[in-house]
């Protein structure tokens, strides 16, 4: 720190000379008119000169002003206290004046300065020793230099910011804001770290010795909070420079909002990429409570899902789809559909509690419609469709940072042409089994699904041991089925009573737990509940249904709970030291099993 310096800030520093050295000349034309226009010297070395040369701009040679020849194949041009001393000098500081003048130095006020392209050189593979060559010294020393005197000189390091430079320029008749100087040397700063972090990488990779992997966070937006209240504070941070791969179109997204709609937008992505179907889902602390493709509803399901003699578009019968599996924990969702939400989807969404949705696109009307929910606070993303999350992900828990390749694995029929049961799988069962999967790699572990019809009925998840969430996912399915008993469709419900209501009370109703007082406020006469001879009469028609598991089943009571409620396929990786029992059990039950080889578990 230079304690004598006199820091008086420069509201607009005035450019009069420029040292400019870029590898990536696009845009030089732009910036060479205004250097002519602002009567600015230019500096400059190698082809830069040439090229500014060439668009009619008078260029002083670097080596002019060091008196200094380029050595050592180009390794040396710019590094001379001639030319740093330039950069560097304090100009508010008299003593700092006196010695450039005594020092015949004229200082720089301005570096336009890209680097060469080190991380592209690494990716076209060639060799290392051409890949150290591209190692930039002078002008990262350059950039630095200009960026700690943002007081006094303005650095530009991305052919992206010529156009806030020209226009600052001809605002404040060739000079540049302190504003400017100071967000261009804060960007100034951050390539250089990128360049830096890329650097030591690569020589990380080429040695022995800890790999190293620098990761930078951009917060781009705040959040009001974490997980929970008291987590303060919170945002939505951008990785290495990467954008986004959604935008808030409406509302203000909350912490687990994020993570149910990235997660929920990578499974419907996925179910659409797999089937060539349109693909929805309805999340709920990050687990879907539903999924669906868009197959065609029988006229009992409409009945069921309230949407009977609606005219529905296929992206409609998707969402109505994955928002009935499992209606009760649907509430407060947050939901996904793969492709553009149409009018007809928007109308449904309008009556359901609904968090948000993330989807391809919105129609114009659609929009409009999702934009008034919630007093218009209904949180609206549009998910980017080409966007590139890269290979690695990392977790950071506990101080530690855990690494890992992204789960990309791909979901196809050809997953399941490993069967180990007597029993085969039916063409018709693969898009079931394609559902469940998909479902399954982006549920809380451990996880099973159950679908049906292209629709996921009964997601287990998040249990500590396998057949848990084969119960869950085997009840929430017998759950989903008992909603089409004649006694449940015909319950007469007063006029007051809402949609909401009418979900938890048919769950209860079936469930055997409506209290008297319940059932006078919510029944227009009393109603017989549903015995157990009829539950299980009723039950026992569900069958020809698909399970897939995220993990091997390790014993054969998995097996045997899902015959219970109609599994008629299953999928699991298979690699249990009990796998010869489990084949048994489904080959005593009559069941077909696929072993794919891929354990999807999701944390």
């Given at each position: ?377 209904y949180l609206v993303l549009q998910a980017d469709p080409a966007a590139n999350p890269g290979a690695d992900e990392y ?209």
């Amino acid at each position: 720190w230079h304690q004598n310096s006199t820091r008086t800030r420069m509201a607009v520093v005035p450019v009069r000379r420029a040292l400019v050295s870029v590898y990536d000349k696009t845009g030089l034309d732009v910036l060479a008119a205004a250097f002519k226009e602002h009567s600015i010297t230019v500096l400059s070395t190698g082809g830069t000169a040439t090229a500014l040369r060439g668009l009619g701009v008078a260029v002083t040679d670097v080596s002019e002003v060091t008196k200094f020849p380029e050595m050592l194949s180009g390794r040396v041009k710019t590094l001379h206290p001639n030319i740093h001393a330039g950069l560097l000098a304090i100009r508010t500081d008299a003593e700092h004046m006196q010695q450039l003048a005594g020092l015949g130095i004229e200082g720089i006020d301005l570096v336009v300065s890209n680097l060469y392209p080190f991380e592209s050189t690494v990716a076209s593979g060639v060799s290392f020793e051409q890949c150290v060559e591209m190692i930039d010294i002078g002008g990262p020393t350059m950039v630095r230099a200009a960026a700690k005197n943002f007081e006094g000189v303005a650095v530009v390091t991305s052919p992206g910011q010529y156009a806030p430079l020209i226009a600052e320029l001809a605002v404040n008749n060739g000079g540049v804001s302190r504003k400017l100087r100071l967000d261009f040397a804060r960007d100034a700063f951050i390539s250089i770290a990128r360049y830096d972090a890329a650097i030591a990488k690569y020589l990380s990779t080429v040695n022995d010795g800890p790999s190293v992997e620098f990761r930078e966070y951009t917060a781009i937006r705040p959040l009001k909070y974490g997980v929970n209240p008291h987590q303060k504070p919170a945002s939505i941070c951008t990785v290495n420079g990467r954008p986004l791969p959604f935008t808030v179109v409406n509302g203000t997204p909350g912490f687990t909002n994020v993570l149910d709609a990235l997660n929920a937008w990578q499974l419907v992505a996925e179910l659409q990429a797999a089937t060539g179907m349109p693909a929805a889902a309805s999340f709920k602390h990050v687990s879907p409570a539903g999924a669906a493709v868009s197959v065609p509803l029988t006229p009992l399901l409409a009945e069921v899902y309230d949407v009977a003699g609606k005219n529905l578009s296929p992206m409609a019968v998707a969402y109505i789809r994955a928002r009935n599996a499992d209606p009760l924990s649907s509430y407060g969702d947050f939901a996904a559909v793969s492709g553009i939400v149409d009018v007809s989807t928007a109308e449904l969404i309008r009556r359901e509690v609904s968090d948000g949705i993330i989807a391809a696109g919105f129609e114009p009307e659609a929009l409009a419609i999702l934009k008034a929910k919630k007093d218009g606070k209904y949180l609206v993303l549009q998910a980017d469709p080409a966007a590139n999350p890269g290979a690695d992900e990392y977790k950071e828990v506990f101080g530690i940072a855990l690494g890992q390749r992204r789960n990309d694995a791909k979901i196809t029929k050809e997953l399941f042409a490993n069967v180990v049961t007597k029993a085969a799988i039916p063409d018709d069962a693969l898009l079931d089994l394609i559902v469940a999967t998909i479902t399954a790699k982006y549920t809380q572990s451990n996880s099973v699904c159950v679908a049906v019809g292209g629709q996921a009925v009964g997601v287990g998840a998040g249990q500590q041991n396998r057949v848990d969430c084969v119960k869950l996912a085997s009840r929430k399915a017998r759950l989903w089925h008992a909603r089409q008993h004649p006694k449940v469709l015909g319950l007469p419900f007063n006029a007051s009573v809402k949609r909401p209501e009418r979900v938890n009370a048919r769950v209860n109703f079936i469930n055997n737990e409506l209290t008297p007082t319940e059932n006078a406020a919510l029944f227009a006469q009393p109603v017989d509940a549903l015995s157990a001879a009829e539950q299980d009469e009723w039950a026992g028609q569900l069958s020809g249904l698909s399970l897939s598991s995220d993990a091997f089943f390790p014993f054969s009571d998995n097996v045997f709970q899902a015959q219970k409620h109609g599994v008629k396929y299953i999928v699991t990786p298979g690699g249990s030291v009990q796998d010869d029992d489990v084949i048994a059990a489904c080959n005593e039950f009559g069941l077909a099993m696929a072993f794919s080889g891929l354990r999807l578990f999701h944390h």
